[in-house]
């Protein structure tokens, strides 16, 4: 039919049998040709899903197949701290680090070879030697009485 003709007819008869059969086959041949995307994306879904369902089912069928390991670089997070800490809490791992850090320090400087002494030190000579310096730390608090400086 012509456009003009068409259109005329449509006017004068709104509800023509004939071509509403024909607008309905029209639009069934349409459906089957046109897709929309949400059936697209739904297809792509459902494949997907298939593709899983079957490697699923070959690792059950076939357990003897060995798993590819996949290796990862991860790092471990570290944990976040609340708040920071007192310092009174802080000050035992200071002074930890600090002995071990001496104590490594001390035992670099030894010689690698051991020398056994044979100085025999007797516990006389240790008291007056205790003696001398409990007397050289009392002759300090008396001088810092007088001056007026106190010390720790």
Same mark, same amino acid.
């Given at each position: 039919?012509?456009?003009?003709?068409?259109?005329?007819?449509?006017?004068?008869?709104?509800?023509?049998?004939?071509?509403?059969?024909?607008? &309905?086959?029209?639009?069934?041949?349409?459906?089957?040709?046109?897709?929309?995307?949400?059936?697209?994306? &739904?297809?792509?879904?459902?494949?997907?899903?298939?593709?899983?369902? &079957?490697?699923?089912?070959?690792? *059950?069928?076939?357990?003897?197949?060995?798993?590819?390991?996949?290796?990862?670089?991860?790092?471990?997070?570290?944990?976040?701290?609340?708040?920071?800490?007192?310092?009174? $809490?802080?000050?035992?791992? &200071?002074?930890?680090?600090?002995?071990?850090?001496?104590?490594? $320090?001390?035992?670099?400087?030894?010689?690698?070879? #051991?020398?056994?002494?044979?100085?025999?030190?007797?516990?006389?000579? *240790?008291?007056?030697? *205790?003696?001398?310096?409990?007397?050289? #730390?009392?002759?300090?608090? *008396?001088?810092?009485?007088?001056?007026?400086?106190?010390?720790?």
């Amino acid at each position: 039919m012509n456009i003009f003709v068409k259109f005329f007819h449509e006017i004068m008869n709104p509800h023509c049998t004939h071509c509403v059969e024909e607008k &309905l086959e029209n639009q069934f041949a349409n459906v089957e040709h046109m897709r929309c995307r949400s059936c697209e994306s &739904l297809e792509r879904q459902l494949a997907i899903a298939n593709q899983q369902v &079957l490697k699923l089912t070959e690792k *059950i069928v076939n357990p003897s197949a060995a798993p590819i390991p996949q290796t990862t670089n991860e790092i471990a997070p570290k944990p976040l701290r609340r708040s920071p800490l007192p310092f009174s $809490a802080i000050r035992p791992h &200071l002074e930890a680090e600090s002995r071990a850090a001496a104590q490594a $320090a001390r035992n670099a400087a030894q010689p690698d070879t #051991v020398v056994e002494s044979t100085v025999v030190v007797e516990p006389v000579e *240790i008291k007056e030697e *205790i003696k001398v310096l409990e007397d050289l #730390v009392f002759e300090a608090k *008396i001088k810092s009485e007088e001056t007026g400086v106190k010390q720790g």
